[in-house]
């Protein structure tokens, strides 16, 4: 990525200094468990924005990150471009073309309302939202009128999301996200592709009425997330193969100013969708209506503190009995935020629970040493059965210290 950025820079450099703008942030990261070191990361996060003129942009995004343990995920280092699109006007349309992050969601939680954007969960839910974003290859339009906006997108092939593979700290242990499989160490399990074939098209329409912000929304293509079949051999074990179908989904969404509280809200359709289900050791695949609800709002709570509190409902209608995935899905979470010392520190809590009793508590202390230094340090621990989202990583309770540098 370092090199494609700076091929660009003979081009840059010839426009003027005002319309190059270059965003970095250098990190260490550094995470424990049960008194042992599992992981030191450097990583790099880069971004560039070049104007040529008033209607043509180019913008780059990604990072480099090299980990000395290995034992995350089985890599020492990886370099990933996040965007790579140039912008610009014609036809009264602004276009994009590129690789391409688009985020329609107004809550950040595991049920996804998101339809274009997959998400890296290599790392479960741990890494910021809009950092796990992934980058989609696509052509996107986007056209203003007085009452609203409209936004197309087209991609030749689907992101999907990208998943913890066999060994990776964070595998899955559920049940429900091993096609109905217990978990048994250092099986051979099925591992899970990154993309999936078939193109993908989506439309939005944003607008405005009487204080409140809105959208409806409609997506076409390969499911985000994989299923899975026994795939037979003549000389040799069943084989579990994993694959993708095609999933349909209209949703919309809403946000309103009410005082000191912001409210938003999320619905998704999606009309026959496919589910794994499992009996017996046989894999099977059955087509179901699922409907998603969530609800969120923002206030500045007591003593100037930040409250976000989110509750989703997740339900697949009419569900077989031996449906992989429970057929209801109830998922909350409550943040807390406050800053002191004439905002040197920021103190962080964020609670997340689900209707199987588990979840996730995560505390974290952020010291800001300058405009371009900031220094955490936090603590993340898991409880529950090990048949839901959070309790399967009961075991992997962690203290990490974290350093950033802006520049």
Do not use: C
Not at 275 to 298: W, Y
């Amino acid at each position: 990525m370092r090199l494609l950025l700076l091929s660009f820079l003979p081009l840059a450099l010839q426009a003027q200094e005002s319309a190059v703008q270059f965003d970095n942030r250098l990190s260490l990261y550094s995470g424990m468990s049960d008194g042992s070191l599992y992981e030191s990361r450097l990583q790099w996060d880069g971004k560039a924005v070049i104007s040529l003129d008033d209607s043509l942009d180019l913008r780059f995004s990604g990072y480099l990150w090299s980990d000395s343990q290995a034992n995350l995920s089985g890599e020492h280092q990886a370099a990933y471009l996040r965007e790579a699109f140039v912008s610009f006007t014609w036809q009264g349309l602004d276009w994009q073309l590129g690789k391409q992050v688009h985020s329609w969601s107004k809550l950040d939680n595991l049920v996804n309302f998101e339809q274009v954007t997959a998400r890296d969960f290599s790392r479960f839910i741990l890494s910021n939202f809009d950092d796990s974003a992934r980058g989609q290859w696509m052509l996107s339009a986007t056209r203003a009128t007085e009452q609203g906006q409209w936004q197309w997108l087209v991609a030749p092939t689907t992101q999907v999301h990208k998943l913890p593979h066999q060994g990776d700290r964070y595998e899955f242990k559920a049940p429900r996200l091993r096609f109905g499989f217990p978990y048994v160490a250092n099986a051979s399990t099925a591992k899970v592709a990154n993309s999936a074939g078939s193109p993908l098209v989506a439309m939005r329409y944003e607008g405005y009425s009487q204080e409140w912000q809105w959208s409806v929304q409609a997506r076409y293509g390969d499911d985000f997330e994989p299923l899975a079949r026994w795939q037979q051999n003549p000389d040799a074990q069943p084989q579990l193969n994993t694959f993708y179908k095609k999933r349909g989904t209209v949703g919309a969404s809403a946000s309103r100013q009410l005082g000191e509280a912001v409210l938003r809200a999320e619905l998704l359709l999606s009309p026959s969708r496919y589910f794994n289900t499992h009996e017996q050791g046989q894999l099977s695949i059955t087509r179901h209506h699922q409907f998603a609800a969530g609800l969120g709002i923002d206030v500045n709570g007591p003593w100037d503190t930040f409250v976000n509190l989110q509750l989703v409902w997740d339900q697949v209608l009419s569900p077989a009995e031996t449906l992989v995935r429970p057929a209801t899905d109830r998922i909350w979470s409550l943040t807390l935020r406050r800053d002191f010392a004439a905002q040197r520190w920021l103190s962080e809590m964020r609670w997340y629970g689900s209707n199987a009793g588990d979840g996730l508590i995560r505390l974290a202390l952020t010291y800001i040493a300058s405009d371009n230094l900031e220094l955490k340090a936090g603590v993340d621990w898991f409880y529950g059965a090990n048949n839901g989202y959070f309790g399967q990583y009961s075991e992997l309770d962690q203290l990490n210290v974290q350093a950033h540098w802006y520049f």
